[in-house]
């Protein structure tokens, strides 16, 4: 069974830096997307960054300010988040539509179970 854990969640002051990373563990033969998704109190889930292959893609709020990457030898991807605003409180969630396994099967919607992300002073 695939699985998807985050880390590197935590407090941080207004401007500071955090690095997310998500490791994706199972019998896996390839990943195409991977991304990151937040979540905030009384808000919808919504789209931070994704990365297929070497094409990135971000929302409008975090453009210049966050970078997505990814080492597909270690299943990983990683969301490195400067200049950080409080507006960036939520909940971070990996997320991959599609994971090809060993078995040839694939397993859809997949979802990791967050990192908390605050940024206060």
């Known amino acids: 069974q695939v699985q998807l854990v985050e880390s590197g969640g935590g407090l941080v002051q207004p401007g500071g830096s955090l690095r997310l990373s998500c490791v994706a563990s199972g019998s896996i033969l390839s990943i195409a997307t991977m991304g990151w998704y937040r979540q905030a109190p009384g808000k919808q889930r919504e789209l931070v960054a994704s990365i297929t292959g070497g094409m990135t893609n971000y929302a409008d709020s975090v453009k210049g300010r966050f970078t997505i990457s990814r080492d597909n030898a270690k299943k990983t991807v990683y969301l490195q988040m400067n200049n950080l605003k409080p507006e960036d409180t939520a909940v971070y969630h990996c997320?991959?539509?599609?994971?090809?396994?060993?078995?040839?099967?694939?397993?859809?919607?997949?979802w990791g179970q967050g990192t908390q992300v605050t940024v206060s002073s």
């Open positions: 997320y991959s539509p599609r994971i090809v396994t060993m078995r040839g099967t694939s397993e859809y919607d997949n």
